[in-house]
C-alpha cells in the first residue's frame, strides 16, 4: 500500500511540475519568444529579467550568472582578495559557499551556529576574526536572514566585507532596529542567489544572481562574470564565462511575478507543520531569527526525541521523501580536513548534522497532504 498517494498526487520533497501546470501558458510564452529570436545568450530576456528582479530585490545592480556558485565565486573574485586572505563561513550549510573560498586560494574559517535559528553565531565569528579576515559569508539558511545587523556592525567594526549567501532567501525581508527593511542578498557589499530548479526561484536548468548598490563592483564583477572583458577583446582581468541563458530568463521572468504568492504557500505548509509540531517535546519546530521573516526554503526539524534515521525510513516506508540537509559540517568533509579543527570544535553545527530533518516543503502542498505528513510522523515517534 502506498499511502502517499493522497488524492491524487504523490507527496515529493519539490512539486516542480504541479508548479508549472498552474502558469504553464505565461512560461511557454516566455521560452517560444526567445526560440523565435534565437537570442539564446545574452538576449533582451535577460535585461528584461535583470530589470525586474532589481525591481523586485531593491538592488541597484543585478547581475545574471550561471549558477548560484559562480555568484559566490565572481563576488569574493570581484574584492580582489589575495591567496592566505581568510574568509568567515557558518560550518553548516551547503559545500559550495566555502568550496569557492578554498577554490580561489583563499582561506576558509568556519564558525558554529545558532541551534535554535541554524544561521551564522555571532560570537563565534566576532572570536574567528584575524588580522588576516578579510570578508563575513553568512548564509541564509533554509529561508530566514542570518543575524544581519550584528553581522555589519561586527564587519564594519573589522573593515570587512560581506557576501551574503543568499541562495535559499530570496525574498526574506530584514528589518533593521532603525526600521528600516532590506531584501535578503541587498544587505551586504554583495550578495548571491541561486536559480536552481527547486529554490524558491528557480529555473529550469542552471541560473544564478549577483547583487550590489556598489558601481564600481558591480562593474568589476559584470566584466570578470564576461572573461574579465570591458570593451570587446579587451580582458582587463582574468574572468571566468558565466551568465545566465534566454530561455531560463525567459521562465524566471515569468515566475518572478508569483515569487510572492510562493513565499506565502510556503509560509502557510509551515503554519501547518508548526501548529502540528510546535507542542511535540520530541520535535523541536524551526527556530526564528528576529527582525527576519522566512520564506521555508526548506521546513527544518530537530529530533530531539526519537530516532531521526529511523523516522524518516518509516516516512520514506508511507512514501513521504524527507531530506537530511546537511548530514556533514564543512570542518568535517573529507576534502575540507583542517588541522586547525578537530571533531567536537562545532558542538552545535554537529549536534545539528546528527538530528534535523527537512519535511516535503514547496508551495504545492495542500491540506491532504499536509495532514497525511503530519499524522504519519506524529505516529512515528510516538
Ligand atoms: C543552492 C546553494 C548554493 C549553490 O547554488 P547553485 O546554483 O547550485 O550553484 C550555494 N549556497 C547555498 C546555501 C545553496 O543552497
Sequence with gaps: MNCAQTGTRKIQMVDLQTQYQRIKKEIDAGIEEVINSAAFIKGPKVAEFQAHLEQYTGA?????VGNGTDALQIALMGLGLQPGDEVITPTFTFIATAEVVALLGLTPVVVDVDWNTMNMDIESVRRAITPKTKAIVPVHLFGQCADMESIMALAEEHHLYVVEDACQAIGAQYTFSNGETKQAGTIGHIGCTSFFPSKNLGCYGDGGAIFTNDDALDARMRAIANHGMVVRYHHDMIGVNS????????????????????????????????????????????????????????????????????????????????????????????????PRYKDGDFPVAEKLAACVLSLPMHTELDEEQLAFITSSVLELIR
Excluded at 541597484?60 to 545574471?64: E, L, P, T
Design 60 to 64: 541597484k545592480h543585478v547581475i545574471n
Design 243 to 338: 551568465r545566465l541563458d534566454s530561455i531560463q530568463a525567459a521562465v524566471l521572468d515569468a515566475k518572478l511575478p508569483h515569487l510572492d504568492e510562493y513565499i506565502a504557500a510556503r509560509q502557510k505548509a509551515a503554519a501547518y507543520y508548526d501548529q502540528a509540531f510546535g507542542n511535540n517535546d520530541k520535535l523541536l519546530i524551526p527556530g526564528r531569527q528576529e527582525h527576519s521573516t522566512h520564506v521555508f526554503h526548506q521546513y527544518t526539524l530537530r529530533v530531539v526525541g526519537a530516532d531521526r534515521d529511523q523516522l524518516r525510513e518509516g516516512l520514506a516506508e508511507r512514501g513521504i521523501p524527507a531530506m537530511i540537509y546537511y548530514p556533514v559540517p564543512l570542518h568535517q568533509q573529507k576534502a575540507y580536513l583542517d
